[in-house]
């Protein structure tokens, strides 16, 4: 009987043990899944350089990477992982935490070369000691933040999970100028040569014709609607007179800006935020190193009827510009179409051209300057230093000030709470 009893005063303690194995177990079985999810990711990624032409679609398509259910990650056993995603973000999660920078998020998740970097050092200079701001083009941004395997509309929801007061932004600009953009942003590459070190460079025909021949690798590497494509918000129509698209589910609210509107930007915002701010340019392609070049190519190009049709036909150009607008801009290359077939590489020839340069050294050496994240702009530090800059920033009316000038900053000692918000 005593042998009984002691054993019915144990079951207690025997119960809890037992689930806490089950529940290790489980915990274990996810990470290691996370652990194979990675190095999945980089097989995948270095598959990509090696054989395909759109290694940007093999990193930021959710479709591809993004293995893991609502119904996994939200599992009670996985609390923990949802809790770690949240830490390597420097999300507050403590429910009587009252800073409003812990529950006003805002999220640029948008094409490269749309204008959102502006929008992201405006926010920065001004708001930053209200809101908390991430800036993200694909989900290989979101692993550089140690968050893997999960989708972006999962951080959403899990955001949401915690009642933060979440922004998602993202811009529209006319597919052919983002192909530009981004095509110079790649130059070092293309060329392989460091324009910054030897800016000057001979045979500027060969920016136009290099261009027209990559230009269908762009088109498809970066017509992609985040509303449509990734958000899946398919119903939201496009406010012309309001000049925004929105749409709010629960605490996250998506707004759909156009890049042709960035002077209204604040007007079309602050009504959001409850606060105004003024935009600034940052990170334009005509203030690097082969601006001039930039320059020249927008005075000379040329393109091809077979491009032309693409523009204007493009559905979100039909879906974010009125038709007024669309006729306006499709008169800038009234001039500039010519009737050749010769340009635009093949998928053979693309693949051969990527392959060379992949395989290659250079690039690793030449890729273009990163934002450092102790830029002024576009930092979320709110420390004394970063504080009186940003001040000293507006004081001066941004008068005779470079704000791609990295601050230096001499090491801080940061308490647990700094590093949270």
């Given amino acids: 009987m005593l042998v009984l009893f002691i054993l019915f005063a144990m079951r207690k303690s025997y119960l809890v043990i037992i689930n806490k194995y089950l529940y290790m177990h489980s915990e274990t079985n996810f990470r290691q899944y996370i652990s194979e999810y990675k190095i999945n990711i980089e097989k995948e990624k270095n598959k990509g350089r090696e054989l395909s032409t759109d290694k940007s679609k093999l990193v930021c398509d959710e479709k591809v990477f993004n293995t893991i259910s609502d119904e996994e990650l939200f599992d009670i056993k996985n609390k923990s992982y949802i809790k770690e995603i949240l830490e390597n ?53 979101l692993e550089r933040d140690k968050v893997y395997g999960i989708s972006i509309n999962q951080l959403f929801k899990i955001l949401n999970m915690y009642n933060k007061n979440v922004f998602i932004i993202d811009i529209y600009r006319p597919i052919f100028d983002v192909c530009v ?124 009827t077979n491009i032309y049709n693409k523009i204007k036909d493009n559905k979100q150009f039909s879906k974010y510009y009125s038709l007024q607008e669309r006729e306006s801009y499709l008169n800038n290359f009234s001039n500039r179409i010519k009737d050749d077939l010769s340009y635009g590489f093949q998928e053979a020839q693309l693949v051969f051209y990527y392959n060379i ?20 702009l576009c930092n979320n530090c709110i420390c004394d230093v970063c504080k009186s800059h940003k001040k000293n ?29």
């Fill in 181 to 304: 953009s981004n095509y110079f942003n790649e130059l070092n590459i293309h060329f392989q040569r460091d324009f910054n070190i030897y800016p000057e460079f001979e045979y500027k025909d060969t920016f136009v014709h290099r261009f027209l021949n990559l230009f269908e690798h762009y088109y498809s590497k970066y017509d992609v609607d985040y509303f449509n494509d990734v958000y899946n918000i398919g119903n939201c129509e496009f406010n012309f007179e309001k000049k925004h698209g929105y749409y709010q589910d629960e605490n996250i609210k998506y707004i759909k800006l156009r890049l042709c509107d960035s002077l209204e930007w604040n007007k079309i915002l602050s009504p959001y935020f409850g606060y105004n701010f003024e935009l600034i340019k940052y990170n334009e392609t005509e203030s690097k190193s082969w601006g001039k070049y930039y320059k020249y190519f927008k005075d000379n190009y040329f393109i091809t």
């Fill in 357 to 376: 340069i992949n395989k290659n050294e250079i690039p690793n050496i030449l890729s273009n300057i990163s934002l450092e994240s102790n830029a002024p």
């Fill in 89 to 141: 973000l420097k999300i507050c999660i403590d429910p009587k935490c009252n800073n409003p920078r812990c529950k006003n998020l805002i999220y640029l998740y948008t094409n490269k070369k749309v204008g959102s970097t502006s929008l992201w050092g405006s926010i920065n200079l001004y708001l930053s000691e209200l809101f908390r701001t991430f800036h993200y083009h694909n989900i290989g941004d």
């Fill in 393 to 421: 920033i507006i004081k001066n009316n941004f008068l005779n000030k470079n704000h791609n000038k990295i601050l230096i900053k001499k090491p801080q000692k940061l308490n647990k709470i700094n590093l949270l918000l």
